[in-house]
DNA sequence: TTGAAAGCGATACCAT
DNA sequence: ATGGTATCGCTTTCAA
């Protein structure tokens, strides 16, 4: 047998029923609020799991309930400042909805399907999905578990996994407008190799913006930086010649960190915002709001992607049928110095 | 009893044993190691699992072993870069070990004894604190239902919670003597209001090491931010007058995000280091390195910190009785722009 | 309203 | 090496 606790033996429900002179069952529906039992009843058992200091054993409860309280998070590089952020409101609004999060950290895209998988094991009730892209099979095998699953700001993978996803499209709309109202006549969209699907979409909605604005295509040059993060758009302001003398151009970034390298190494070379450029970022991270910064920048309402995608996990295990949807979260143009508010003043004469 | 799963029905290990043609225990035993399995068995009990796709239910497994492979981590403001990058690190190792993360945010210190509760009822294998101060008496309820729990950076909370923590005290006579080495003569410690634990060492160990170095009690100031991150360390700079005229002061910083609001303020004010004065903050926080801070800055080794913490873990749960250390982890030096490396040109002549 | 009992799925002991 | 079986702790059905 199990060689039995030398110190403290745990407290059952089977102890709480003994002091409280009923059964396990009683326990049960009590302390869950399941079922019918007698005011008396309720108010010993109460008194004697007080007393005992009795806690549920959710091993047990999720065992038997086919279910735990646990809430998978997939993300990865935790380090990137919009991740934390984002991370940080998810674990807010699973704790706040009485559930724990299980997180687990990819360093690869591939990892994603493994990570499903071992929530799975735990009979996760929801699975949150902020990096990488689960191949649609595991998706499925959650579904048939009765998993629901959510992506924030990624493709829809199959027709299984639910969405929520800040409006890219209106995002870039916003740019695109402020920098022409700006007086920007040329533009550049700065991302990185092998960018993530959202800054893909929004450069496409950028260029598609652009459009929209009047602007003919060959005013917009797409600049690739070589790798992801500061550094990045580090290296993109010092390996390319950016600006034509005449044209003001307005630089839209795929996000924040690449804004912040690129706007330091453009400084370096004496370049300036919003003087010698225009330039407004995506994310709106804390750092954006620094002094040395003062990035424009697209805000996307983290506590929002994180209450909608739980709301989502929710309604899809109450449907389990019902198809995948996409929910939008408006997205917001937080003006600062890199690309300021454009007044009236051009329409006063 | 229990609704039948309408779709795909779980697959459990009497399933694999049916097909492979040998009893549950051979197949717990084939899958996990333990016991002996002939050859044979092993194979069949292996081809048949992957055949399945049997994937071990970690609750039932848990349930039985009365541990789960679970290692809860508490953790607060995960926006702040320090931390995010510390939990980054944590759930690599524990990823590495084979572990899965429970992590819980608090937003209040009182708010870190719950959370322990809670990973006690998920029987996890152990608990990283990173952030508030568990009170000493759930501390001891987890020893006793042989949880370690091990803290990063912070007090111990008696004598039952190991703790890593990094070299506040040497990290305290690095600044100090390059503050000295780089003429300062007259210093500041900026912490802000209730500051951590950590902090508040860092100060005391800074105000010796001053001491140490031979500087009188009457050349150090302390500043006390209104509050916590970029925020405070710029009110702090606006709300003070600091430099005296005649000599170079030298600041040290609690954290990385106090010292960056501070030398944006600074700046604002049309002062900067290292011409008016030397800035020295703690943490190594990615944005510490960008281009518009080159902040001067002890390194934390974050990796370090994760895997000592959970090397801790291991330790104890192997030796329950053991008192509990205090484990230090090193830092470094990192030599920028706030307070540039001085070279031996002093000694020259 | 209540309690007895049948699981949930896996593990480890013990006898074979 | 193998299989039967008790057990982990809780939930829920069912009959009383």
Redesign the interface.
């Known amino acids: 047998m199990?060689a039995p606790?030398p110190?403290?033996p745990?407290v059952t429900a089977q102890d709480v029923a003994r002091l409280a002179g009923v059964s396990r069952a009683v326990v049960s529906r009590a302390l869950s609020n399941n079922g019918s039992v007698s005011p008396q009843s309720r108010a010993r058992v109460e008194a004697a799991a007080r007393q005992l200091g009795y806690?549920?054993?959710?091993?047990?409860q999720?065992?038997n309930r086919?279910r735990?309280q646990?809430i998978g998070v997939v993300v990865a590089?935790?380090?990137d400042?919009f991740?934390?952020?984002l991370?940080?409101a998810l674990?807010?609004a699973i704790?706040a909805r009485g559930y724990?999060?299980?997180?687990?950290?990819i360093?690869d895209e591939q990892e994603t399907g493994l990570s499903l998988?071992?929530f799975?094991?735990?009979?996760v009730s929801g699975v949150v999905v902020t990096s990488g892209q689960p191949p649609e099979s595991i998706v499925r095998e959650c579904i048939?578990?009765?998993i629901p699953v959510v992506g924030i700001n990624r493709a829809q993978s199959g027709p299984s996994m639910d969405v929520v996803c800040s409006d890219n499209q209106a995002g870039a709309m916003l740019a695109a407008s402020q920098l022409c109202a700006a007086g920007c006549q040329s533009f550049i969209w700065l991302n990185y190799q092998g960018s993530t699907w959202a800054g893909r979409v929004r450069g496409e909605a950028f260029r598609h913006a652009l459009t929209v604005q009047g602007i003919a295509p060959e005013y917009l040059r797409e600049l690739q930086a070589p790798q992801d993060g500061?550094e990045g758009g580090?290296l993109a302001a010092q390996h390319s010649n950016l600006l034509r003398p005449q044209a003001t151009t307005g630089i839209f970034c795929a996000n924040a960190l690449l804004a912040?390298?690129f706007l330091?190494?453009m400084?370096?070379q004496g370049k300036n915002a919003p003087t010698d450029f225009h330039l407004i970022g995506f994310d709106n991270t804390?750092?954006t709001a620094?002094?040395?910064?003062q990035l424009t920048t697209i805000h996307q309402q983290v506590d929002e992607l994180a209450a909608k995608a739980l709301d989502c996990l929710r309604e899809r295990a109450r449907h389990p049928e019902r198809a995948a949807q996409v929910i939008p979260v408006a997205v917001e143009l937080v003006h600062r110095r890199t690309s300021p508010c454009v007044t009236e003043q051009t329409d006063t004469l």
């Open positions: 199990k606790n110190n403290k745990t806690q549920v054993n959710f091993l047990a999720g065992l086919q735990s646990l590089r935790l380090t400042p991740r934390s952020t991370v940080n674990l807010s704790q724990q999060a299980l997180v687990t950290e360093t998988r071992r799975t094991q735990f009979r048939e578990h009765h500061y580090f912040c390298g330091d190494s400084r370096q804390p750092q620094w002094e040395s910064y």
